[in-house]
RNA sequence: GCCGGGAUGGCGGAAUUGGUAGACGCGCCAGAUUCAAAAUCUGGUGAUGGAAACAUCGUGUGGGUUCGACCCCCACUCCCGGCACCA
């Protein structure tokens, strides 16, 4: 009986089709408990790729694992399918992006479904559709509502040729991707979510977050960037208002030789107003890139206003600069510039010959060279009046206290995190449901008037967008007074969509609401996997909007993603398979060749689910000999008839064969469960192999208890199920093995089983491994001891030499320490 | 630049979390089968020296802690991801 697997597995996908057999929302029993597994939405380029493959196999060994451990598994999959690439795809081929999409939707689903995953198709969305955005822009009415959106000023990239907003990924070096023109930067009004009033959740509750990769949580907490720190004003001469700034270090007050702003601050703006000279470096500033990794790295540059602040303590009066790595966006758009403690001042201050004075003493006294480097440790101050030997710690809140009295400070919380600015100039996106009228301003669209739906018959060119010039889509009346009006022509960024969509699945189909009973029955989810590229922006923004969720009652738990996986990611030619990149290796061809199960099998045997992997075909040729092996295993198995015997097994008295079978079984099946658990996937896979190569062993089974290979089996076919699932039910099938495979337990093993009489110990001298013996299990420390100085090998090693001590680790080895 | 991760045979990786490094595969070598090849099966396979027994070296680099370090600590190198408009 040849192995083929494309009949067989195409015949058991339509089987479980037509049985409706993960459909966990319908299928559930009373009193069944539910599990939620979900891999991260999926951008539907076109082409599966194998980083789809790794991502969607390892959801569904979690899911399918669940259902073998009773649980009801809802596994659904649906299609981020806003974005970019529809837009670039209209571009260069002239295609409509809906039906684009449309195409790439159809094509990525047919190849998901070849694979065989557990998926619960009834629960399909495209976030495209109207019927999913139109509870966007519902919720968008309800965050404006509770002032969690609004609109304000901010930096766009404008290509000036293209006339068009580009993404930082349009931006080749300086350049706009098309039209290859110096990228400007445009400030434009855009709305904005206030993640911000959030910050205080999102980071406390991280806390709760103890099935997440302490790494992820680690990433979301610098992120928000939590500090305390004290905002200080200085008055300034020939200025309306104190100049405030932000420090989480005011113990270095006495060390301050500058302060650096903004090009963007209001003193900056005036200063410049008339001073041609300033004005020219400000407009430099602002073409500056916003990335924060081009910010970092830029030259330190400034201009002195020529205005001086007053210093709060010694009334000393210190230069403003107009400076290049002062962010509006951050603090208060202003530093003290502290040249000696800060590596950022100290580097401005080399460039433009400020004065360094130290304030801190080095704790560990070592003379620093203020010239070399600025002095970020701790130690005690100098040079600072009242306050000097202070430790930092005390310094803080000393000086920050003096400031508090004089009225000329406060202590304040900051964080990195910024709002989430939402507004996209482009077309293939959720329009935002805003009317502008010239009598009363921006309306909202009521909710009884959406979805307000994005026109289809738009494609777009690259220059500049669509939807301002469709006079169809722009025209409406004013809520408020229905006279003529426009439309918004921003459209959503697509993080909106993804940051709701595991709630929606759970009530797909549901018309009358954004969610309903159903989303609080299921959320959170148990088991959340996605690449680690989403560690941080994804995820934080799913998880904001969790929250909002629940505090409009939608939703009742305080997080979206209860355990999360992040699975390295699927590289090649140095970089992660995309299609944006040009890299994708495509898992048609090799199911075409081998079948999926090889796939799938390959996947998870290539390596731990978190590590990045490079891509290689070398080895599906092994994944596919272990499967035919495994094939040929069952037939002959069949042909023993193995169903019709008693599966009674008195493990004691069995013959020695048989026992050594049942002993490596049932301890491979052990480990395998442990590392189940663990969420090591490969080496589950290892423990098929290794499993199969002890039951094969031998070329008849006469001398087996056929009752122990049958169990063996039974535990193999259990244990692969969830990674190659069609072959594992057509065997499971064919010998008659008790149930159902998908929500069979398996096996547990005996203890019994699993003990040994006599064990293995090392024996190390000075820790160099020198011989081996073979001891009894329970042997205690002075046989050990005993036995290992009388082995016969270590005789030689011990000559003139003085035995010092003797370590016995039981169960494991004996080290005897000599000189 | 900042934040996070990684580095183990020719290759992917394993190692009970401080206790016998290299499980399980790939590749390669040899043998069986075959007219021959493919497929399949059996055995071998970290490096160096040795006929062998065995010895020495060996987990990115340099140091440290320990009876004992892939594992813990310190300092580095290189690679990957994220850095707010790719998703």
Redo the contacts with the bound molecule.
């Keep these: 009986m040849d192995y083929s697997p494309q009949s067989l597995e195409t015949q058991r996908q339509s089987r479980w089709t037509a049985d409706k057999r993960f459909e966990a929302l319908h299928k559930r029993k009373p009193n069944q408990d539910t599990y939620y597994a979900l891999a991260?939405?999926?951008?539907p380029s076109g082409e599966l790729h194998m980083g789809h493959v790794r991502n969607y196999t390892l959801s569904d060994v979690i899911a399918r694992y669940h259902w073998q451990k009773g649980f009801a598994v809802f596994h659904p999959m649906g299609w981020?399918a806003?974005?970019?690439?529809a837009e670039n795809a209209a571009i260069k081929h002239g295609l409509p992006p809906y039906q684009w999409t449309l195409e790439n939707i159809d094509r990525m689903r047919s190849q998901l479904k070849r694979l065989g995953f557990a998926l619960d198709w009834s629960a399909e969305l495209a976030t495209c559709e109207p019927s999913y955005y139109r509870w966007e822009q519902w919720l968008f009415l309800k965050l404006l509502e509770r002032g969690l959106a609004y609109k304000q000023e901010?930096w766009?990239?404008w290509d000036p040729v293209d006339q068009t907003?580009?993404?930082?990924?349009?931006?080749v070096d300086g350049c706009g991707w098309r039209s290859g023109a110096p990228v400007e930067q445009k400030k434009?009004a855009?709305w904005f979510f206030k993640?911000t009033d959030y910050a205080d959740q999102l980071l406390n509750d991280l806390d709760q977050l103890d099935a997440w990769p302490?790494?992820?949580r680690?990433?979301q907490r610098?992120?928000i960037?939590h500090s305390q720190g004290s905002t200080i004003h200085f008055s300034v001469d020939n200025y309306k208002n104190p100049l405030s700034v932000y420090t989480t270090r005011p113990d270095t007050l006495m060390g301050v030789s500058f302060i650096g702003i903004a090009a963007d601050h209001p003193l900056a703006i005036q200063a410049a107003d008339k001073n041609p000279e300033l004005k020219t470096f400000c407009d430099a500033c602002r073409n500056n890139s916003?990335?924060?990794?081009d910010?970092?790295?830029m030259n330190k540059e400034g201009k002195n206003t020529g205005y001086t602040a007053i210093h709060p303590l010694t009334q000393k009066t210190i230069p403003i600069w107009i400076t290049n790595y002062v962010l509006m966006s951050?603090g208060e758009g202003a530093v003290m510039g502290v040249p000696a403690h800060d590596?950022r001042d100290h580097a401005f201050a080399l460039r433009y010959a400020l004065p360094i004075p130290p304030v801190i003493l080095p704790s560990d006294d070592s003379k620093w060279d203020y010239t070399e480097a600025a002095y970020t440790g701790s130690g005690s101050l100098i040079n600072s009046g009242d306050f000097n030997g202070l430790n930092i710690e005390a310094a803080k809140e000393s000086i920050s206290k003096a400031l508090l009295d004089l009225g000329c400070a406060e202590l304040t919380t900051q964080y990195?995190?910024?709002?989430?600015?939402?507004?996209?100039?482009?077309y293939w996106?959720t329009p935002i449901p805003i009317i502008y009228c010239d009598d009363c301003g921006a309306v909202p669209v009521p909710e009884s008037d959406l979805p307000v739906v994005l026109p289809t018959d738009i494609v777009p060119t690259g220059e500049g967008s669509p939807l301002t010039s469709h006079e169809e889509f722009l025209a409406a009346a004013c809520p408020k007074c229905q006279k003529p009006a426009r439309r918004e022509t921003?459209t959503m960024?697509?993080?909106v969509e993804?940051s709701w969509y595991y709630a929606r699945y759970c009530c797909a189909q549901y018309q009358d609401g954004m969610l309903n009973d159903d989303a609080k029955e299921w959320t959170p989810v148990n088991q959340y996997v996605g690449?680690?590229?989403?560690?941080?922006?994804?995820l934080l923004y799913a998880r904001f909007f969790h929250k909002v969720l629940r505090d409009l009652g939608l939703l009742n738990s305080d997080e979206p993603f209860t355990q999360l996986l992040t699975q390295?990611?699927v590289?090649k030619d140095?970089?992660?398979m995309?299609k944006?990149?040009g890299n994708v290796v495509t898992p048609i061809p090799l199911i075409e060749k081998y079948g999926a199960d090889t796939v799938r099998f390959f996947i998870i045997?290539?390596?731990?689910p978190?590590?990045?992997?490079?891509w290689?075909d070398?080895?599906v040729?092994?994944?596919?000999?272990?499967l035919?092996?495994l094939w040929?295993l069952g037939h002959a198995l069949a042909e023993l008839k193995i169903s019709s015997i008693d599966s009674n097994i008195d493990h004691d008295n069995l013959d020695a064969n048989s026992k050594q079978l049942r002993h490596e079984a049932h301890s491979i099946i052990a480990q395998a469960k442990t590392?189940m658990d663990?969420q090591?996937f490969?080496?589950v896979?290892?423990a098929?192999?290794?499993l199969?190569?002890q039951l094969?062993?031998n070329d008849s089974y006469a001398n087996l208890n056929l009752a122990v290979v049958r169990e063996s089996m039974q535990g193999l076919l259990s244990l692969l199920s969830p990674i190659t699932p069609h072959i594992c039910e057509e065997l499971w099938e064919l010998l008659q093995l008790p149930g159902d495979i998908l929500t069979t337990a398996w096996l547990e093993p005996d203890p019994k089983a699993m003990q040994q009489d006599s064990?293995?110990?090392?024996i190390?001298i000075?820790?160099?491994?020198?011989a081996?013996m073979q001891q009894p299990v329970d042997a205690n420390k002075e046989i050990l001891e005993k036995a290992a100085l009388d082995h016969p090998?270590v005789e030689r090693?011990l000559a003139d030499k003085t035995i010092r001590?003797v370590?016995v680790?039981p169960k494991?080895?004996v080290?005897i320490?000599v000189s």
């Design positions: 991260m939405l999926p951008y981020d806003f974005g970019l690439p901010s766009v990239n907003v580009l993404a930082n990924e349009q931006v434009i855009q993640i302490e790494q992820v680690d990433m610098n992120w960037g916003v990335a924060e990794r910010q970092a790295t951050y590596e990195r995190l910024r709002d989430w600015g939402i507004s996209r100039q482009r996106g921003d960024d697509t993080f993804s690449g680690v590229e989403h560690a941080v922006m994804h390295g990611m590289c140095g970089a992660k995309s944006s990149k045997f290539a390596g731990p978190q590590q990045d992997m490079l290689s070398a080895g040729d092994g994944a596919h000999r272990f035919k092996r040929s590392d663990k090591q490969n080496t896979a290892s098929g192999m290794k199969l190569n094969s062993k064990l293995e110990y090392a190390q000075n820790g160099k491994l020198r081996r090998d090693y001590r370590i680790v494991r080895l080290n320490v």
